[in-house]
């Protein structure tokens, strides 16, 4: 200003760094001239082009970072682990004069720290927090995902449970409008959503994490006019199928229902297992009105079957079904010395291994001269698909074991034990030894080969013994656990001689990894005398299919 012999300069820098700034005065360097001047750039102008600082977890995040306008400088970052102080690596190209590209992967983070620099010094917003979440984890249930009625309110659950702090977000579209939905949290990992619908028709209802959709996202919801969903029933419905078969059962329709309601019902059938599997159904209207209905179920499982007619549950719904393995009886196997010769008063113990042989009911039953005695099960302690069976036999005599798996007979079965007193073997052992040459030479040879034939049988059953314990060694480890005693009456004919026998069956079924109620406590059955026989069925303790 002229007034006061002062002057205000103004230098408007093209580029960063150290500049020389020469001032003068008639031509001449005024005091201190010229001066060392740094031009820093102007990072409050720098910014990250993406606006979502929410990510999916365990997947590489690309942002840009425009720098126009803010003269010329080196752009570095650097990427923390909020929860572990980890140094996350991050990667800088350049991909024009003025834009930046960073790349990061957070591994399992859910929290991370990006700082941004331009020439030593933060841009604008850095340090920046990303959350990363795991869409994957997110879990939507209820009837709401599915059907609802016309103007009443239709309601779902979501769980967040471990998936990160990411935003939840639900639109619900269709029948050429938008429906707002009202979200409510009701825990820290759960929030309800409720809506509802205007007119009837199929509508997409969309959820996501954090931008990103969970598993089943978009569901499809049909949405029906009221009717009365009570004049239908279930008849006989399925409690077991096999795996590979249908689900297959009949909806009854009331008789006098009128042919208006007959025109507006609309039978939707799916189906849910306890290890997630969704299944959808058909329903066929059959001459009389009634619905013939099927599911296929793609695994072993305990599956719910939910049967609703215009989004209502009818009579009977929903209704439980166990999917499971056939049995294969040829794959079980038994052994043991109590499947062979033995001594009275003396314990029998022998083994049955179901791995492998699909589901069925185990039963094991005994049969032995006059008399009482004891027949015990068990599991085997580190294998859950092998039962111990012991038996004490009292009197002398043959004791035939037949072994079933689902009604047939199991390889083998039935088995022979003979069952001797000692003393009477010992005796027997030495008459063999004093007329055992005169037996050699016997003209018609008769007792010589009555002798080795008892060897072959001997070394037959041998054999067969060992091949199923070379066998049992491969087998997987699975089984059932019960355990039983019992006695019988004594037999009052020799013509037709009742037998003293027990029956102990367990009910096994396929075993899964997340398998339910693995502590089964031990089965105890007390037999008593029914007719001329006497029998306790003991099934598996908890379901074994998750």
Request: aromatic share 6%; net charge negative; proline share 6%.
């Amino acid at each position: 200003t002229s007034a006061s012999n002062a002057y205000h300069c103004e230098v408007l820098p093209q580029e960063t760094g150290i500049h020389e700034l020469a001032v003068k005065y008639k031509g001449k360097h005024i005091f201190g001239s010229p001066f060392n001047a740094i031009f820093m750039p102007n990072t409050t102008i720098c910014h990250m082009t993406e606006s979502s600082t929410e990510h999916e977890v365990g997947s590489n995040v690309v942002f840009h970072i425009s720098t126009a306008g803010a003269g010329e400088a080196k752009l570095t970052a650097a990427a923390e682990n909020i929860a572990t102080k980890e140094t996350l690596p991050v990667s800088v190209a350049k991909v024009s004069d003025e834009l930046y590209k960073l790349e990061l992967n957070p591994g399992q983070g859910m929290e991370c720290s990006l700082s941004v620099k331009y020439g030593d010094q933060h841009i604008h917003g850095s340090p920046f927090k990303l959350e990363f979440s795991d869409s994957s984890k997110c879990q939507a249930v209820g009837e709401g995902l599915f059907s609802a009625l016309v103007g009443k309110e239709g309601t779902f659950s979501v769980k967040t449970e471990d998936t990160g702090p990411g935003k939840l977000r639900v639109k619900i579209e269709g029948e050429g409008t938008e429906v707002k939905p009202v979200i409510t949290a009701t825990s820290s990992s759960e929030s309800k959503v409720t809506y509802c619908l205007p007119k009837p028709g199929t509508y997409k209802v969309h959820i996501q994490l954090a931008k990103f959709d969970i598993p089943g996202s978009p569901f499809e919801v049909h949405c029906y006019a009221p009717v009365d969903a009570s004049n239908l029933s279930i008849e006989n419905p399925p409690t077991e199928v096999h795996s590979g078969k249908l689900i297959e059962f009949p909806v009854h329709v009331e008789a006098g229902t009128s042919e208006e309601a007959l025109r507006e019902m609309q039978l939707m059938i799916d189906a849910s297992s306890s290890r997630g599997h969704a299944v959808p159904g058909e329903a066929r209207k059959i001459s009389d009105g009634s619905y013939h209905c099927t599911l296929k179920p793609p695994a072993v499982a305990k599956y719910t079957v939910n049967v609703r007619c215009n989004g209502q549950h009818v009579q009977g719904s929903p209704f439980k079904v166990r999917v499971i393995t056939p049995p294969i009886p040829e794959n079980v196997k038994a052994y043991g010395p109590g499947l062979k010769d033995g001594w009275i008063n003396e314990e029998g113990n022998f083994s049955v291994e179901t791995a492998n042989a699909g589901t069925g009911l185990l039963a094991i039953r005994i049969h032995g001269p006059k008399g009482a005695f004891k027949i015990n099960t068990k599991r085997h302690p580190e294998n859950d698909r092998i039962v111990l069976v012991s038996y004490n036999p009292t009197h002398a005599g043959k004791y035939i074991i037949e072994i079933t798996w689902a009604t047939t007979p199991i390889p083998g079965s039935p088995f022979t034990a003979h069952i001797k007193k000692r003393e009477e073997a010992i005796a027997e052992e030495d008459e063999n030894e004093e007329n055992g040459e005169e037996v050699s030479e016997s003209a018609d040879g008769q007792a010589s080969n009555g002798k080795a034939d008892d060897r072959n049988e001997g070394q037959d059953q041998a054999t067969q013994e060992e091949t199923k314990e070379n066998e049992t060694d491969k087998a997987e480890q699975n089984a059932v656990h019960s355990e039983g005693e019992g006695s019988v009456s004594d037999s009052k004919s020799d013509a037709d001689k009742p037998v003293a026998s027990k029956e102990v069956s367990s009910q096994a079924e396929e075993m899964t990894n997340d398998h339910e109620s693995q502590q089964a406590n031990d089965i105890e059955g007390k037999i008593t005398p029914q007719n001329e026989e006497s029998a306790v069925k003991t099934d598996d303790v908890g379901d074994r299919t998750s």
